[in-house]
């Protein structure tokens, strides 16, 4: 008789042998995209000389060999089970000049949301603390603004409450629209952690979205952000309109940065009446995942941010994000305006799907864990 423990260790074995293997299987035609791209990945590292037509085959590949082989490169990159928890407050709301024709703060569209002032210090400091008491460990703050230009007191305002935040040890991220040099300087003088400027497209469809802003602008103060040392906070939104192109050449820029940014979060439409995009259908679940599974491929040791649109999701829907993966959620009852999910619901699937709340990381870059550990962190987490 032959127990299951006899077969186990050398099925293991195999494995691993085969997450690290260079061998023909992975090169010969019967192989997907996915595949082959996903083996160099663990083997050499990131990368930032891809092409645009090598993520097109990556997010082309079917979409459950997508899944397995992004799901590979998590386990090799990071401790799979980790999930980072955020929470996004809109700390400025609405009367915003840009016409982002999804968002519903601005002032350009008829969507019944009135435009506030800037939160006060304690009102921040408040929700900053519930977040914390409820698990978050990155707090981000939001400010409906085209950029911080002759916004010198509430920019100040500003810093005192990163200051102040990062004192509770938490994470901070703030997104105030486009920075000049000197603002991201004083950011980081604060105790910023991440600074968020999506590119939310690619930039051929770009002008589609938003004309109010360039996409050179947004490049520029992602530029402005990392020479100031900050964290990169950079993704987008699918469901705009955008054809499989355009998800892909959003994917291509962020992957031929000079440095990959250190979080992406992958949007999904949330169609607001009012806004030009009220009527647009919801985005599938796998579209979903090949974001994802291919963000995670193609930018191993990004956290890839399950963002908005997650309400829409079911459990077993999540977790297959989770498996392409996806290493951070934002908690909390809204994202800036739109709904988000339920506390006790994500308290709820973080049991049942054993994952375990990350620690925030303070240090200047993402650390990721040692190849060995996340080898026998797989290995382990496989029984």
């Known amino acids: 008789m032959f127990s299951i423990g006899s077969f186990r260790r050398p099925l293991l074995r195999f494995t691993v042998l085969r997450l690290h293997s260079t061998s023909s299987s992975f090169s010969s035609s019967s192989c997907s995209a996915a595949a082959i791209h996903a083996e160099r990945t663990i083997r050499e590292g990131s990368r930032n000389d891809w092409t645009r037509d090598e993520i097109k085959s990556v997010y082309v590949s079917p979409v459950l060999d997508l899944l397995f082989h992004g799901a590979q490169v998590h386990r090799h990159a990071h401790n799979f089970r980790e999930v980072q928890q955020c929470t996004l407050l809109s700390i400025k709301?609405?009367?915003?000049?840009?016409?982002?024709?999804?968002?519903?703060?601005?002032?350009?569209?008829n969507t019944g949301l009135k435009a506030q002032r800037l939160m006060t210090k304690d009102a921040v400091l408040q929700a900053a603390k519930r977040a914390k008491d409820a698990g978050s460990t990155r707090f981000c703050m939001g400010a409906a603004w085209r950029d911080t230009v002759g916004?010198?007191?509430?920019?100040?305002?500003?810093?005192?409450y990163v200051k102040e935040i990062r004192d509770m040890g938490m994470e901070v991220c703030c997104t105030l629209g486009m920075l000049e040099k000197q603002q991201a300087i004083e950011l980081k003088k604060a105790g910023l952690t991440?600074?968020?400027?999506?590119?939310?497209?690619?930039?051929?469809?770009?002008?589609?979205?938003?004309?109010?802003?360039?996409?050179?602008?947004?490049?520029?103060?992602?530029?402005?952000?990392?020479?100031?040392?900050?964290?990169?906070?950079?993704?987008?939104?699918?469901?705009?309109?955008?054809?499989?192109?355009?998800?892909?050449?959003?994917?291509?820029?962020?992957?031929?940065?000079?440095?990959?940014?250190?979080?992406?979060?992958?949007?999904?439409?949330?169609?607001?009446?009012?806004?030009?995009?009220?009527?647009?259908?919801?985005?599938?679940?796998?579209?979903?995942?090949?974001m994802i599974a291919t963000a995670r491929i193609v930018m191993p040791k990004a956290m890839v941010r399950l963002s908005a649109g997650r309400v829409r999701f079911s459990m077993p829907e999540q977790a297959l994000c989770f498996l392409a993966g996806a290493n951070s959620i934002f908690t909390g009852e809204k994202l800036l305006t739109t709904p988000n999910n339920d506390f006790d619901a994500d308290q709820h699937m973080f049991k049942v799907l054993g994952l375990i709340a990350k620690a925030p990381s303070f240090e200047d870059g993402l650390a990721s864990i040692d190849d060995s550990e996340a080898c026998q962190e797989a290995i382990s987490g496989s029984g």
């Open 93 to 109: 709301t609405g009367g915003c000049s840009e016409d982002c024709s999804y968002c519903p703060q601005s002032s350009r569209y």
């Open 151 to 160: 916004r010198k007191t509430n920019f100040n305002q500003i810093l005192e």
């Open 194 to 290: 991440a600074y968020n400027h999506n590119l939310d497209t690619s930039r051929e469809y770009y002008p589609n979205v938003i004309t109010t802003r360039s996409y050179d602008e947004r490049l520029e103060t992602l530029q402005f952000v990392r020479d100031a040392g900050i964290n990169v906070c950079c993704g987008g939104i699918i469901g705009l309109g955008e054809a499989e192109e355009d998800r892909v050449g959003l994917l291509h820029t962020l992957a031929t940065l000079p440095t990959h940014p250190e979080s992406v979060p992958i949007n999904a439409l949330v169609a607001v009446k009012g806004t030009p995009l009220q009527d647009h259908k919801p985005v599938e679940i796998w579209e979903m995942i090949r």
